[in-house]
């Protein structure tokens, strides 16, 4: 699995990156980005899941492997 965020989209509220900083690290605007290439190790698919539902503009995709 894998997360991305769409920068066209993000709003920068941060909230990803309060959920999982593992995962997400903000830019020097506020908008966030994903940590690497956004692989999520099993221990963070929660964490992973749980951010794209708190995300208010949608801005966050999963990809299944
Ligand atoms: S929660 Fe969504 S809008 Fe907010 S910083 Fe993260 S990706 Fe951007």
Known sequence: ???KVDQSKCQ????CYA???ELFDVDDL????EIGDG???PQL???ARLAVANCP???ISIVED
């Open 1 to 3: 699995m894998q997360v």
């Open 12 to 15: 920068g509220h941060n909230r």
């Open 19 to 21: 959920i999982a900083p």
């Open 30 to 33: 506020g908008n966030a980005f």
């Open 39 to 41: 692989v999520v190790s």
């Open 45 to 47: 698919v929660e964490k």
């Open 57 to 59: 503009e949608y801005a």
